[in-house]
T-cell receptor, first 110, second 114 residues
Framework: GENVEQHPSTLSVQEGDSAVIKCTYS??????FPWYKQELGKRPQLIID?????GEKKDQRIAVTLNKTAKHFSLHITETQPEDSAVYFC?????????FGQGTILTVHP | NAGVMQNPRHLVRRRGQEARLRCSPM?????VYWYRQLPEEGLKFMVY????????ESGMPKERFSAEFPKEGPSILRIQQVVRGDSAAYFC????????????FGNGTRLTVT
């Protein structure tokens, strides 16, 4: 089955800095890669996604890149703000099942 | 358009009792997924269902756990004879299809076994 590895497990940045979270996946058949943000005690919320026919996608301060050959994808947050503090999960969809990474606790210090 | 609805939000059960968790998918979504999340951990896949069919239950424990998604009504995750280790947040998600389609999560049911 699919295996998704996510790094780092914790990330601490100063407000205004950039944050990068990286994920690798094992199943070359996976074709859809969403990123979720989860605040404490709340549900995971989709923040951006990318499909396998695209190499990069951007939405305001958030961007995602995908390298299918290397089987890795990354989340980039620019100009971070304290409200970006949360747990971020990457995921890979293959054979109808979404497999999540272990999560990254992002803390943005004012 | 209401999102994914889960109830109850919180459920307390004594060891040995049964827990029934309900999930109504978003309107127009026919694919339902259940995930379990332990405190400060990630989301672990349990089961994927379409109407009246279990598509993939590879993440579900073989004993005490069952899931259904009947033709009418919500999807149900049932845990029989609960144990303390079942305490977790159980999230349901739904999607329009199983390919390239975003999963939208409900607010979860937080199960506490005393």
């Amino acid at each position: 089955g699919e295996n998704v590895e996510q790094h780092p497990s914790t990330l601490s940045v100063q407000e205004g800095d950039s944050a990068v979270i990286k994920c690798t996946y094992s199943d070359s058949a996976s074709n859809y890669f969403p990123w979720y943000k989860q605040e404490l005690g709340k549900r995971p919320q989709l923040i951006i996604d990318i499909r396998s026919n695209v190499g990069e996608k951007k939405d305001q301060r958030i961007a995602v890149t995908l390298n299918k050959t290397a089987k890795h994808f990354s989340l980039h947050i620019t100009e971070t703000q304290p409200e970006d503090s949360a747990v971020y999960f990457c995921a890979a969809l293959g054979l109808g099942k979404l497999t999540f990474g272990q999560g990254t606790i992002l803390t943005v210090h004012p | 358009n209401a999102g994914v609805m889960q109830n109850p939000r919180h459920l307390v059960r004594r060891r040995g009792q049964e827990a029934r968790l309900r999930c109504s998918p978003m309107k127009g979504h026919s694919h339902v997924y259940w995930y379990r999340q332990l405190p400060e951990e990630g989301l672990k896949f349990m089961v994927y269902l379409q109407k009246e069919n279990i598509i993939d239950e590879s993440g579900m424990p073989k004993e005490r756990f069952s899931a259904e998604f009947p033709k009418e009504g919500p999807s149900i995750l049932r845990i029989q004879q609960v144990v303390r280790g079942d305490s977790a947040a159980y999230f349901c998600a739904s999607s329009q299809s199983s390919y390239n389609s975003p999963l939208h999560f409900g607010n979860g049911t937080r199960l506490t076994v005393t």
